[in-house]
């Protein structure tokens, strides 16, 4: 069950990340959007193409960094990987996620969505680091998942935005809402598996049969 997770987590994270480098890297800015947004995309080309790419240095590194081996064989190699994940990543991707939040597409609940979800994530970066900073290794963990329930918002609005399309909702009505469920129901699902291993550990032992 969990090597099916991972892989299903290397394919979407690189695979979204694989689609974000051919419509950014290749192909005219905005050509794959809604008009409304391409205009908003060429007015603030700097924002989104530092969003852009910052982000997805996050999606991209993400996966490695849960890799049990990576971190006991090549300990430098993942603290490399977090400090790039975290300062170019979260930091870059979250700033300038923050500010293209302003001028999101879908009025001001799509606006406070994304300007939520960029606060959530340069929060949680900032904890994450401070905690492996002060050597907490447990705490380092949990805002680690935290964060990167939130850098798989790249991957779910993927997900969503089409599905939404097939499901025959007027895009003005589903953006707005995506804004909100591409990461707020995966903050709520790390923290109900933080439950559940927390409560797994405190599973008190059966007693020993008297027999
Ligand atoms: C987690 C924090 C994030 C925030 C706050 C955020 C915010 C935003 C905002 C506000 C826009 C502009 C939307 C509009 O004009 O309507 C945008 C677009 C975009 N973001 Fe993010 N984003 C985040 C994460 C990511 C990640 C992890 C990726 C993955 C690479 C990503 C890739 C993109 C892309 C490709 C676009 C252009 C629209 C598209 O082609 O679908 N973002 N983001």
């Not at 924002?47 to 430098?76: D, T």
């Not at 597409?105 to 969505?113: D, E, H, I, P």
């Not at 300007?115 to 290794?137: E, Q």
């Not at 949990?142 to 993927?158: F, Q």
Request: proline residues 5%; aromatic residues 14%; charged residues 10%.
């Amino acid at each position: 069950m969990k090597l099916f997770g991972t892989i299903w987590f290397y394919i979407l994270a690189l695979g979204v990340a694989a689609y974000v480098v051919f419509a950014y890297g290749f192909m005219p800015l905005g050509s794959l959007v809604h008009p409304d947004m391409k205009l908003n995309f060429l007015a603030h080309k700097a924002g989104i193409y530092i969003h852009v790419f910052s982000s997805l240095v996050a999606l991209s590194l993400s996966p490695f960094q849960f890799s049990s081996r990576l971190r006991s064989s090549r300990p430098r190699l993942h603290r490399f990987i977090g400090r790039t994940y975290l300062g170019v990543g979260v930091a870059l991707g979250g700033l300038s996620g923050l500010y293209m939040s302003a001028f999101a597409f879908g009025g001001l609940v799509a606006k406070v969505g994304f300007a939520c979800l960029a606060a959530c994530w340069l929060v949680t970066g900032m904890y994450a680091f401070l905690a492996i900073r002060r050597g907490d290794v447990q705490e380092h963990r949990k805002w680690i998942v935290r964060n990167v329930s939130l850098t798989l918002a790249g991957v779910t609005l993927r997900v969503y935005l089409p599905s939404s399309m097939l499901a025959g909702i007027p895009f003005e009505l589903s953006y707005p809402l995506i804004a909100w469920l591409c990461w707020a129901p995966n903050l709520l699902v790390a923290e109900l598996a933080f439950a559940r291993t927390h409560n797994h550990s405190f599973k008190p032992k059966p007693l020993p049969s008297s027999t």
